[in-house]
């Protein structure tokens, strides 16, 4: 078993990935700012907690010592990594520079880091699905803040797994996103959460992994267009496509080439038909 230390380990999917990783018998160590809650984690006699700021080295450079693994998912997000450049890139970029340097001067842990295929920007056409070696082209702050990652991580003498996530689909009774990060006539293709997750706990025993990029995405059923998947998911909370709204032009999101990440780790668990099935009988229980 490995002794791996999240950072952002506090967070929604921190937690996530967390209790899978406990579940597998792995050592944790959890960073995450001091203002965090993680009672989640006070059942796990062999998890160690880390308060700190990732722009603080001296305040986390303990947590670092000793692990063999670090899953770095610590940064600013969408929409608010769209409020202040500034910011973004200081806790994004400088955080990740500096977490790198930590873990050198460590000595050298492997580090998984969670980017996006954000990093793509606008689809322009169809085609064939998005590969990982496929030119990056951002279109927006939090996604330019990932490629200078990316870079960073490159140039690093570290171990490294580079994850482009895709959009992650979580079978819960939520509210629509307001508006959905999509055009109706798009190519999408969402990730469920569990299958994400099944990705990165298999990292851990992978080491043909290393020194890899990886898309993270559903695989083919997830392959479909915007509306199709919006009305579907309509359908199943009740709300009539014509109520939900979606951007004025195209997202992020796109059809990806999984076949090398899907060998590699074996993920894609949950056909989007099963993920609507899950969808359905949240919604059911959280009605009862």
């Known amino acids: 078993m490995s002794e791996i230390l999240i950072t952002g380990g506090a967070g929604n999917f921190g937690r996530t ?49 000793g692990v063999d693994l670090v899953f770095h998912l610590a940064a600013i997000l ?25 873990c050198q001067e460590a000595g050298s842990p492997g580090v998984i880091f969670a980017s996006s295929i954000s990093v793509y920007g606008e689809p322009k056409g169809e085609g064939r699905p998005l590969r990982s070696d496929d030119p990056v082209n951002p279109i927006d702050i939090y996604a330019e803040s990932k490629v200078a990652c990316e870079e960073i991580l490159a140039r690093s003498a570290l171990p490294w797994v580079n994850l ?20 109706p006539d798009q190519r999408i293709e969402l990730v469920a959460l569990s299958d994400l997750v099944e990705a990165m706990v298999a990292v851990v025993g992978r080491p043909e992994a290393f020194g890899k990029t990886l898309i993270i995405a559903g695989g083919p059923t997830w392959q479909v267009m915007g509306r199709e998947y919006v009305s579907r998911w ?3 909370m009740e709300i009539p496509l014509d109520e ?18 899907q060998a590699l780790l074996g993920y894609q668990k949950t056909t989007l038909e099963a993920f609507f099935e899950q969808l359905q009988a949240a919604v059911k229980e959280a009605l009862a």
């Not at 209790?19 to 809650?37: N, Q, V, Y």
């Not at 939900?244 to 990440?261: H, I, K, V």
């Open 17 to 65: 990935l967390a209790t899978a990783l406990a579940e597998a018998g792995h050592g944790l160590r959890l960073l995450d700012l001091p203002s965090c809650d993680f009672s989640f984690a006070e059942q796990w006699s062999d998890t160690r907690i880390f308060r700190g700021d990732i722009l603080e080295p001296a305040s986390w450079r303990d947590a670092v010592q």
């Open 78 to 102: 969408p929409p608010f990594s769209e409020e202040d450049r500034e910011r973004t890139f200081r806790v994004n970029v400088e955080g990740t520079k500096k977490l790198l340097e930590t």
């Open 164 to 183: 482009r996530i895709s959009g992650i689909a979580i079978p819960e009774f939520l509210d629509p996103p307001e508006p959905w990060p999509f055009v």
């Open 234 to 236: 309509g359908e199943i």
């Open 244 to 261: 939900m709204s979606f951007q004025d032009r195209p997202g992020w999101l796109n059809w990806y080439d999984t076949a090398e990440s």
